[in-house]
């Protein structure tokens, strides 16, 4: 797996066997094609996850899916937040503005699910979010199967004691 510098127009064209020109109809340049990608991906992520759980039931469900094996192995389907969050800080403009709506819309759905009456709400959002996305890619970054496994339920039972 490449990062997204290490990527080229021609790359991608390569890949998906047409010509770099037909890239340019479409995009106004990679980190066009980028934007849209992590737009594409985060609406994704959190639609499915609003669509398919009931409300009283979302922060138990969310833990699940966010803090899952799945989730963790097929980082293509899932989180942008957690897949990019190491390259972006080396990226354009246009792409972290992206990635931060990205983390705006997963903070937003973990909004939803943090109990009304906690105490320094927005605190308390920004560190659930960052719990997750932090345990998400710690568990993705070893080679130890179990121990991924261990810190994804450490932080989903962490934060079901606090729901």
């Known amino acids: 797996m490449q990062g997204i510098a290490q990527v080229s127009v021609a790359d991608i064209m390569s ?3 047409l010509t770099v020109g ?3 109809k479409h995009f106004a340049s990679k980190e066009a094609l980028v934007a849209e990608a992590i737009e594409a991906a ?4 959190t639609e499915g996850h609003e669509k398919t759980v009931r409300r009283d039931e979302r922060a138990s469900a969310l833990l699940a899916m966010y803090l899952s094996d799945f989730h963790r192995i097929h980082a293509g389907d899932g989180c942008p937040v957690a897949a990019l969050c190491s390259e972006v800080g080396h990226e354009s403009k246009p792409t972290k503005a992206a990635f931060t709506t990205a983390l705006r819309r997963l903070i937003g759905v973990v909004d939803e699910v943090v109990p009304k009456k906690v105490p320094s709400r927005r605190a308390a959002v920004l560190a659930a979010s960052a719990e997750i996305v932090g345990a998400l890619v710690l568990a993705r970054s070893t080679d ?4 991924a496994r261990e810190l994804l339920k450490a932080v989903r039972n962490h934060l079901d004691a606090r729901s």
């Open 144 to 147: 130890d199967a179990r121990l």
């Open 42 to 45: 985060s609406i994704q992520t």
């Open 15 to 17: 890949s998906l066997g």
């Open 22 to 24: 037909g890239f340019y």
